[in-house]
């Protein structure tokens, strides 16, 4: 299963109920963060999620309202007492940037491992399985991907017939192979397919491009920006790049997707919860997010029994 908490859901600057924009996602309990705005740590603090076991914080671009919070952030995680390194991900320029940011806070007690990476790229970093997709945005912008793949069940049968000793079985379970007295047993032996498993997908601060339906598709969960629920806002939209209601509506439906929670609300939209009629009115299953909204997404076998 995956937990995923909204930590900060405003656009440009924080409001007295809402910090900027941050996602966070927990799994066998190791964290990854999606962007840290300002406040990030407080609502992380009052999701009670704690710090220490964050191991990535992938960044979309360096906009203020999406990074500012990154070295408070790092000096809470310092202060609870990690020693494992901490991968900061992100389009390049990401190394420029931190150097600037960790003058205020040059001391801490674990390594930073910074990665720059390019559209399309696909990667495993501890547990978490991350692609990245280019957006549209003033500056460089990646949208993210995190899948939580799933092994084939066990064929118990198959293990017999083939001789395989017990107690290997729950090695070939976590490993592609195990050598044992002289013989080599691989995992393809007794797994069967690899099952569904979870999908969660995150786009902020982009126009629609073409290359997000696909890029989306199947999630079973969608974090989409809306910016402006207004239609007469699209103009704005197109000018600073960002995105209406009623677009995420649509990329939402094409992507085939199973839930959208709007997010990255403009400051001068009080009420996000008043333009709803727009988004749905393309993808029904959508809904408003508020600062720590969260939900775990369980295995579609799981939820079957």
Request: charged residues 25%.
């Amino acid at each position: 299963m995956l937990d995923v908490a909204l930590l900060g859901t405003g656009g440009m600057m924080p409001l007295p109920d809402r910090f900027l924009t941050s996602l966070l996602l927990r799994l066998k309990g190791h964290m990854l963060l999606i962007d840290c705005g300002e406040g990030t740590q407080i609502t992380l603090k009052q999701m009670g999620w704690g710090f220490k076991n964050i191991d990535v914080i992938c960044f979309t671009h360096y906009h203020a309202d999406h990074i500012s919070g990154l070295p408070g952030l790092l000096l809470t995680i310092g202060n609870s007492d990690r020693r494992e390194p901490v991968v900061l991900m992100g389009p390049h320029g990401l190394k420029r940037v931190y150097e600037g940011l960790k003058t205020i806070c040059p001391e801490l007690p674990f390594e930073v491992i910074i990665n720059e990476i390019d559209p399309w790229e696909n990667m495993e970093v501890g547990v978490f399985n991350i692609s990245a997709c280019k957006l549209e945005h003033k500056i460089t912008c990646l949208g993210y991907r995190i899948d939580v793949k799933r092994i084939g069940k066990f064929n118990v049968e198959k293990a017999k017939a083939l001789n395989i000793p017990i107690k290997l079985w729950s090695l070939l379970q976590k490993r592609e192979s195990v050598e044992f007295e002289g013989n080599i047993y691989t995992s393809d032996m007794v797994l069967g397919d690899e099952r569904k498993g979870i999908r969660v997908s995150y786009i902020t601060d982009s126009r629609p491009v073409s290359a997000i339906p696909g890029f989306i598709k199947g999630s079973d969960l969608f974090i989409c920006e809306g910016m402006y629920g207004e239609e007469e806002k699209l103009q704005k939209a197109k000018e600073y790049k960002h995105m209406l209601y009623s677009e995420a509506g649509r990329l939402a439906a094409e992507g085939c997707v199973k839930e959208m929670w709007l997010t990255h609300f403009s400051p001068s939209m009080p009420f996000p919860e008043e333009y709803i009629r727009n988004a749905r009115k393309y993808f029904s299953n959508t809904y408003v997010g508020k600062d720590r909204k969260n939900v775990t997404l369980l295995f579609e076998d799981d939820i079957n029994g």
